[in-house]
């Protein structure tokens, strides 16, 4: 799509009425630039979209749901996303969702108690998240969106589900897009005689992005092989070297998981909140009786102490936690300090029982490799398992190389199952008896 400047000289030179212009605003075949047109034909099952961040992912395919709400009076349609939040946020209400994208004369009513948008010529739109893909199984679809696909937790649950139920009209189809990463769903899909595959980097939207945000990430990532997944949409092996590969974890990825007689909430701070620092790595985990260990729930975010703090306290109430694990090598008492204060917070906003947390400090005398190596082996004898995907967490698991700076999800996911398998690391407290 052409620049703001570019888009107003033009409709300027083209359109000379108010009317005009404002019909042409809403042309999206006039803006969208060749890859982010619909193919020809009728054909195809499956409309792919492997792009990197800022390529225009979003709305190539809310422009799509808009032109399938208009050509198919009646239809009825899938919105499906990772979370209910993204299905919401970035959809919907999003600055490229459907909502700012669609004309006052065919703008649909949104009701999110229903998670339903309706059109004005009959066609209803569900919004569905592959967190619970159970709530695929029985509704029927002319067409479906699939955003960011690969991010998708259960995603072999909900893909199946989706297409199971993508059955009415003559031609029932789908568009996916999403950040390319090489696990067997998407590989599959690429694979298919009825897909479209489209291609698109991060660079072929640079001038809407803000030059701030291609300085800093170009910067940070351009010649790495994340930067050539999240940048460039190029579909990567298994890193050399690397300690993990998706193989690997595919291989003991389960579903559900047995009872647990541990449940720790491990946390990797980050030093600071801005813009620049790593996020804070905040994973929960848990062991079964047989000593095997399950990855439950990747809360990692990017926010303030007191914000990372809360979802540390919340995660431990939600799965019923025993102990909280704390990285001090940067944070030094400042973390146990955190999650403290955001107890006593929630205790006194009675959205909690108590403000009592087990807190166990763990400081790193030992090299990133020396850590993770050992629990990279006991993924290998297939005692760790990932209960549904988590992806940012499994990329950077599948790229990092010893010798490098280990990322947040992957120190959060190390410290919480040393704790669970290898008896913990060398810790200043096991249980503060301030608390």
């Not at 009728?42 to 709400?69: C, H, N, P, V």
């Not at 945000?213 to 690397?242: C, H, N, S, W």
Request: proline share 6%; charged share 25%; hydrophobic share 40%.
């Amino acid at each position: 799509m052409l620049p703001e400047s570019e888009q107003i000289a033009a409709i300027n030179e083209i359109a000379p009425t108010q009317k005009d212009k404002l019909l042409l605003e809403y042309l999206w075949p006039f803006w969208a630039r060749p890859k982010q047109l619909v193919p020809d034909g009728d054909w195809w099952s499956y409309w792919l979209i492997l792009a990197g961040r800022g390529f225009g992912k979003t709305r190539t395919i809310t422009e799509w749901a808009r032109s399938q709400a208009f050509s198919l009076p009646g239809s009825r349609g899938a919105i499906v996303s990772s979370t209910a939040a993204d299905a919401r946020d970035v959809l919907v209400e999003g600055e490229s969702g459907i909502l700012a994208i669609s004309p006052s004369w065919f703008c649909p009513i949104y009701e999110p108690s229903k998670r339903r948008l309706t059109w004005p010529n009959g066609t209803i739109a569900t919004l569905y998240t592959a967190d619970e893909p159970n709530r695929l199984r029985g509704p029927q679809h002319h067409w479906a969106l699939a955003d960011e696909l690969a991010a998708w937790r259960f995603v072999d649950d909900a893909w199946s589900n989706l297409m199971f139920g993508l059955r009415l009209g003559d031609r029932p189809q789908c568009a996916i897009a999403t950040t390319p990463r090489p696990i067997p769903i998407i590989r599959d899909i690429m694979k298919d005689t009825a897909t479209i595959s489209v291609r698109g980097s991060t660079y072929e939207n640079a001038g809407n992005l803000a030059p701030s945000f291609l300085k800093r990430i170009i910067a940070k990532y351009e010649g790495t092989r994340l930067g050539r997944q999240e940048i460039d949409a190029d579909m990567l092996d298994d890193v050399p070297g690397a300690l993990w590969s998706h193989q690997l974890l595919d291989k003991h990825r389960v579903k559900v998981y047995p009872p647990l007689y541990r449940i720790v909430v491990s946390v990797d701070p980050a030093a600071t909140s801005g813009k620049a620092s790593n996020d804070t790595g905040i994973i929960v985990s848990g062991a079964s009786e047989d000593g095997h260990a399950y990855v439950i729930e990747d809360v990692t975010c990017h926010d303030t102490p007191a914000k990372w703090g809360e979802e540390v306290v919340l995660a431990f109430d939600r799965h019923n936690a025993d102990t909280v694990v704390g990285e001090v090598n940067h944070g030094g008492e400042m973390v146990e300090h955190v999650v403290k204060t955001a107890a006593d917070k929630l205790y006194r906003d009675k959205r909690r029982a108590t403000s009592y947390i087990p807190f166990k400090s763990v400081r790193a005398s030992k090299g990133k490799y020396a850590r993770a190596e050992p629990i990279s082996a006991l993924y290998g004898q297939g005692r760790v398992h990932h209960v549904g995907v988590f992806s940012k967490l499994e990329d950077q698991q599948c790229t990092w190389v010893p010798g490098e700076d280990s990322p947040d999800r992957l120190d959060g996911v190390v410290w919480g199952l040393t704790e669970l398998l290898l008896g913990g690391g060398q810790s200043e407290s096991v249980e503060n008896p301030y608390w």
